[in-house]
């Protein structure tokens, strides 16, 4: 009774992961995409945005973040004011004009590449928009002066936000702020045996035990290229 393994790169094309056989066979199918934020930084789906500088009284600093065809996922924030009080939001469909070259990020996983698809770049202009999270950083010497969180906001995808801070404080800051974010992330790591969104799902890290009768087949498919699946067959 041999064990036969493989793994599947499953995309949107359909992906056969079972062919029909002439007898009965145990299966595990697993899907091993990573799960959580802390397998999705080890594995390389998590990049790191981040700065200091200083911020006038009253000054506006506006960062444009145009995502992919897959959206972002800020996974994590750090948010820190030295001498004044900080209003920061994240506006989205705003209008802006942008300039200079794409701001660099950084993969957690140094193994892996520095570009995900989403562009970051300092906007000049910004008007329009709907603010959908906002954090309000008091100052470290009026006791505060940070705010951290791993609340999940997830961004459409082609879509223009941008990353607004201003100090609305009397003094001069040095201002802080570090996010974490990833692009292949809820449903684009799902694999679905069948037909996409209309079939049985496997979640990362999920599996399914089954005894197949013989000429039965499964396919995969997932909403973007790359998802692993492990398949083990026991005769």
């Known amino acids: 009774m041999p064990l036969t393994q493989a793994v599947y790169s499953v995309g949107t094309a359909t992906q056969t992961v079972v062919a029909p056989t002439n007898d009965y066979a145990e299966y595990v199918l697993k899907n091993i995409q990573p799960k959580g934020v802390d397998e999705m930084a080890r594995d390389g789906y998590v990049w790191a945005l981040f700065d200091r500088r200083n911020l006038t009284s009253g000054q506006v600093e506006n960062l444009s973040f145009m995502t992919g065809p897959t959206g972002a996922q800020f996974d994590y924030y750090q948010l820190v004011s030295e001498t004044s009080s900080i209003y920061s939001t994240i506006i989205e469909a705003p209008t802006v004009t942008v300039t200079g ?28 928009g709907t603010v959908i999270q906002a954090e309000f950083v008091t ?26 801070a201003t100090n609305v404080g009397s003094q001069t800051t040095s201002w ?41 087949t499964i396919n995969a498919t997932a909403l973007i290229n790359g998802n692993k699946l492990s398949v083990m067959r026991q005769e």
Request: aromatic fraction near 8%; proline fraction near 5%.
């Open 101 to 128: 070259n794409a701001i660099p990020v950084h993969n957690l996983n140094r193994n892996y590449t520095d570009s995900p698809q989403a562009v970051i770049k300092v906007a000049t202009s910004v008007t329009g």
């Open 139 to 164: 100052a470290a010497n009026q006791g505060g002066g940070q705010t951290s969180s791993s609340k999940i906001v997830t961004l459409k995808p082609n879509t223009q936000y941008v990353l607004q």
């Open 176 to 216: 802080y702020s570090q996010i974490g974010f990833s692009e292949h992330f809820n449903g684009y790591n799902r694999i679905w045996l069948g037909t996409t969104n209309n079939s049985f799902v496997l979640g990362p890290g999920d599996e399914i035990k089954m005894t197949l009768l013989p000429n039965e």
